[in-house]
């Protein structure tokens, strides 16, 4: 029976530097050398997983935007995908609008991969982003409301103060139709809240990859309260030391953390039999 192993990146497979350590670097290696299947699944876009994750050259698909998307790794080629309809878009536009947010939208205009924003209503956190993101190919500065949220919409992200983004959190945490990932961001400690369509999770993309890799058993790892979905539909889930509690609570185990190399660890012991 075969296995797919699945990895969260950020505060998972990767350090607190965001980088793969070259003990990392070369466990995933010998795992892909050996014919295991081993790929990852992140909130990053897959140009931003890949300038982490270019020295294990994976060939095998990858999940990214928290599993809104499965991405082919070498060709870039979309082979899952999922998008709000026009009326949750709306919805979310005149929630948000009323509240006097401004969001990050990512979206396909045009058949290109973008993320939007308005200029003059970026929050810090906001600005943070996007100087984080000068040069990225999917930037697409939007006059207005709009040209905000045009295109094919799947993935709204948020980041402001606790206060502004409570009713945020309040409004669409409970509502099935949607899904409301809410946290810090592990690097910078702004608040984010990103809102994506009912099936988009990490747990459904995981299943539809380890149907597309015939696969028996799924094995994941991960750090965050996006993973619980993932921990949740796994055969065996192991959080890593650093892991918020939630998660420690429904893994199989702890194993070390994102800075001492846990997932390399485990999987140099437990699959390539060290």
Request: include cysteine; charged fraction near 25%.
């Amino acid at each position: 029976m075969k296995t797919l192993y699945i990895s969260d990146l950020d505060g998972t497979l990767l350090n607190s530097e965001q980088k793969l350590s070259a003990y990392t670097i070369n466990v995933v290696k010998r795992m892909i050398d050996r014919g295991e299947i081993f790929s990852y699944a992140t909130a990053r876009s897959l140009v931003t997983a890949q300038k982490v994750t270019e020295e294990l050259t994976l060939s095998l698909p990858v999940i990214c935007y928290n599993g809104a998307f499965i991405f082919d790794n070498e060709t870039r080629e979309v082979l899952y995908e999922t998008y709000f309809s026009p009326a949750d878009v709306h919805l979310l536009r005149e929630f948000l609008y009323a509240h006097n947010i401004t969001p990050i939208v990512y979206s396909f205009v045009d058949g290109k991969e973008c993320f939007s924003f308005i200029e003059k209503s970026a929050t810090a956190g906001v600005r943070d982003f996007l100087d984080s993101r000068i040069g990225d190919s999917r930037w697409r500065e939007a006059e207005d409301e709009d040209s905000l949220y045009a295109g094919k919409v799947f993935y709204i992200t948020c980041i402001d103060s606790d206060t502004a983004l409570a009713p945020v959190i309040h409004r669409f945490k409970s509502d099935t139709k949607y899904q409301c990932v809410a946290g810090r961001d592990i690097y910078s400690g702004e608040l984010w809240c990103e809102l994506l369509p009912h099936g988009a999770t990490k747990a459904n993309a995981a299943m539809h990859l380890k149907r597309l890799m015939e696969c028996g058993k799924l094995v994941a790892f991960g750090d965050g309260i996006n993973d619980l979905p993932l921990f949740e539909n796994s055969d065996e889930c192991y959080a890593v030391a650093n892991s918020v509690e939630e998660l420690k609570a429904k893994a199989t185990a702890v194993i070390g953390s994102n800075n001492d190399d846990g997932v390399a660890k485990w999987l140099e012991e437990n699959v390539l039999g060290v």
